[in-house]
């Protein structure tokens, strides 16, 4: 009898034992996979971030929102970006959404503008190319608004339009308004009389057409102002003042324009301007600090690193002035192997900005992952270092 007892307990004490093994072994299985979690009950905690690792959100899948930007808005962060698949880069599902109260733990709020269906001869069918959505808040109208870049299907980079798209909440759904090309039949605001007639004689005349600075001079705003100028990569920056700007590539890439939104912030004023002409930049991010405006942006490689831009200003209306390369560090000569994508402010925490970049992984996107590391200054400008592991 006694040593039936004896083998009880023993049996209770093994079985004890390999349970706890059990548990060991499954917490730090999601340990590797999950990014530092802590399981508690059924919910993954993240309590860092690890740039250019794979982020999962709080289902413990990786997050799907590239080329993105963030808002914050009553008590809560909203990452909305490009949704990928495997295999294409084209959008075959449309703009996804995310919600966290801490910047590391995201619940994924799902797909909030979809693209309509295979055939549909709609301006967002299903393979269209839909980059760098940006979501943003008009106090007037109550209306949540996206502005993102996009391609029509079937038609590589050519039709080069920005589109938008509003909500009355901001989970969405999102409902397409239009897409187009920027300014119609207007000028920029900083080209002179002369130099707008400039523009046109060298895009008439062929032989100054070909010539390089014939780019600089504003043969492309030219050759589309009837059509309305190219619009590619961009971002929406809102001021103190509520007044918002799209920044976005034009001009076949070679040149930044910056356009005023209307006060509904759906349309562009009317009222815009080119910068650092010739220069190459895409994916621009941008903050400001203390009355001056700062832009990192990219050159212009696609899908490929290659090392970021720095521009300051004192006014959005320029003039803008370029910098060294604000990133330190490993692989800071490609911007940690990265591409800008958005600056962020940490609310609540004074001068803290988050700059978020997109490491692409053209085949296979659904591998892409996200960089974000802390903006510090440095002498007064901005600096990007290096960091595996950081906090707030
Ligand atoms: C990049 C751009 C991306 C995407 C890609 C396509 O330069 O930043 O958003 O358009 O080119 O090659």
New binding site residues.
């Given amino acids: 009898m006694r040593k039936h007892i004896l083998m009880k307990r023993l049996f209770i004490i093994l079985f004890g034992f390999i349970l706890l093994i059990n548990c060991k072994f499954s917490y730090s299985h999601n340990n590797v996979i999950n990014n530092s979690p802590e399981t508690n009950s059924n919910e993954v905690l993240i309590k860092n971030f690890h740039p250019g690792e794979i982020w999962t959100d709080m289902n413990g899948k990786h997050i799907n929102a590239h080329?993105g930007g963030v808002i914050f808005y009553e008590g809560k962060y909203y990452w909305i970006g490009e949704h990928k698949d495997s295999g294409t880069?084209n959008a075959l599902a449309g703009i996804r959404m995310y919600s966290s109260e801490d910047l590391y733990n995201w619940k994924d709020e799902g797909i909030v503008l979809a693209v309509d269906p295979e055939n549909s001869g709609s301006d967002i069918e299903k393979g269209c190319i839909m980059?760098?959505p940006k979501v943003v808040y008009n106090k007037k109208t109550g209306k949540f608004v996206i502005w993102f870049?996009l391609e029509l299907k079937n038609k590589g980079?050519k039709a080069a339009r920005y589109a938008v798209a509003t909500s009355d909440k901001i989970t969405g759904p999102y409902r397409m308004e239009y897409s187009a090309r920027s300014c119609k039949d207007i000028w920029p605001l900083n080209m002179s009389l002369k130099e707008r007639s400039e523009a046109i004689k060298s895009f008439q005349d062929k032989e100054e057409s070909g010539k390089e600075n014939s780019v600089l001079k504003g043969k492309f705003v030219a050759r589309d102002l009837k059509e309305g100028q190219m619009s590619?990569?961009m971002t929406i920056f809102v001021d103190d003042d509520g007044k918002a700007y799209h920044i976005f590539s034009s001009e076949e890439n070679a040149t930044l324009h910056i356009a005023e939104l209307s006060d509904d912030y759906l349309y562009h004023s009317g009222k815009w301007i080119r910068i650092l002409p010739g220069r190459s930049n895409?994916?621009p991010a941008i903050m400001k600090k203390d009355g001056k405006y700062w832009l990192i942006t990219?050159g212009?490689?696609?899908?490929a690193p290659n090392k970021a831009r720095l521009a300051v200003s004192e006014s959005i209306w320029g003039p803008w002035k370029e910098l060294p390369n604000p990133c330190r560090g490993l692989n800071a000569e490609k911007t940690f192997n990265g591409?800008s994508t958005y600056i962020l402010k940490v609310e609540g925490k004074k001068d803290s900005w988050i700059f978020m970049a997109d490491i692409w992984k053209p085949e296979n996107q659904l591998d892409s992952r996200y960089i974000w590391l802390p903006i510090e200054f440095e002498n007064n400008v901005p600096v990007i270092n290096w960091n595996d592991e950081w906090g707030l």
Avoid at 300 to 303: F, I, L, V
């Fill in positions: 080329g880069s980059e760098r870049h980079y590619r990569d895409e994916a990219s212009c490689t696609g899908w591409q």
